[in-house]
């Protein structure tokens, strides 16, 4: 059986990783994947400046993140990182973030990666050298490929809710883009105050008894949005469980092009129980009167 390279990377959950339920944001493991893919990179000898003296990057083009129980202030967990494949242009890494106490699985991730020329500024083949380094046995045959997410939302329906942002500096990174982790924080504004403008905001939400927390990320980003872009987000149903909603999502910049198409999973947590619930059909009608 292959074995790729992997790196382990402890966090330490601080207060101002953690929401207005006491757990770690959903944008917040976003972070800690990043940070652990740049050190398991650096470790294997591709460090910051090995990219800045190649003129080499590397930029997401897709995550999908699962979310399996909630961390807290003060919990230590492990991020678990390999290389799952290496194709070309892009590679697939792999995460699974355990609880360090009791070993309990927290999330499980996988990004694929392009490899960036930054000269070109476009895709560059991925070394031979680097592949060997990440893969000496080759790839995992049984890591799940990030494919091509072909199920995702292209247009929003006429009923979708529509919202703008306007990007801040503060959400930049490095490349002068948007941060990968800064939309999960956007998507979930978007949600927030679609739920507010059928008469589901936070307050009356608590009045039922419940509240939906992110089960599954799914976000494909197209182009980079950069300080002072205004972002047009379109939010909708796409699916209802029996204690879950799925939202599909869309971003575009000022000039009609797709910067981010979604999907996310949100499921409704019984406040008393702390347990997943089935979603109250007042909640489900307010939010789409079709379901």
């Known amino acids: 059986m292959p074995k790729p390279r992997t790196y382990t990377r402890r966090f330490r959950v601080r207060s101002t990783d953690c929401d207005a339920l006491g757990h770690v944001n959903h944008a917040v493991y976003a972070r800690y994947l ?15 400046a090995w990219y800045d003296r190649h003129a080499l990057s590397w930029l ?15 919990d230590e967990l492990d991020i678990i990182t390999y290389v799952a494949n290496v194709r070309r242009v892009r590679s697939q890494r792999n995460y699974a973030i355990v609880r360090v106490r009791d070993g309990a699985p927290v999330a499980q991730a ?28 080759g790839p995992d045959p049984n890591a799940q490929p990030v494919i091509d997410p072909a199920h995702l939302p292209h247009a929003s329906p006429p009923n979708a809710y529509h919202t703008t942002r306007r990007v801040h500096y503060y959400e930049m990174d490095e490349n002068q883009h948007v941060n990968n982790a800064v939309y999960l924080n956007y998507l979930e504004q978007a949600t927030i105050d679609a739920a507010a403008s059928v008469g589901l905001d936070l307050p009356r ?9 992110v089960r599954r990320h799914d976000i494909e980003y197209l182009r980079p949005a950069r300080y002072g872009d205004t972002l047009d ?13 799925r939202r599909h999502y ?6 009609g092009e797709l910067c981010i198409r979604a999907q996310t999973d ?3 947590i019984d406040l008393r129980t702390k347990e997943a619930s089935p979603v109250p059909s007042n909640v489900l009608d307010a939010l789409d009167p079709g379901v």
């Open 34 to 48: 990043q940070e652990a893919a740049i050190e398991a990179s650096a470790d294997a000898g591709y460090d910051t």
């Open 60 to 74: 997401i083009r897709r995550s999908l993140i699962e979310y399996l129980q909630p961390a807290r202030y003060g």
């Open 110 to 137: 996988a990004t694929d990666w392009a490899f960036i020329d930054q000269r070109a500024g476009a895709p560059a083949r991925i070394p031979a050298e680097v592949g060997t380094t990440f893969l000496p046995d």
């Open 205 to 213: 939400l608590l009045e039922l008894g419940g509240v939906f927390v």
């Open 233 to 245: 987000i379109a939010a909708w149903i796409g699916g209802v469980g029996r204690s879950s909603v």
């Open 250 to 255: 869309s971003m575009h910049l000022q000039n």
């Open 266 to 268: 949100w499921v409704w």
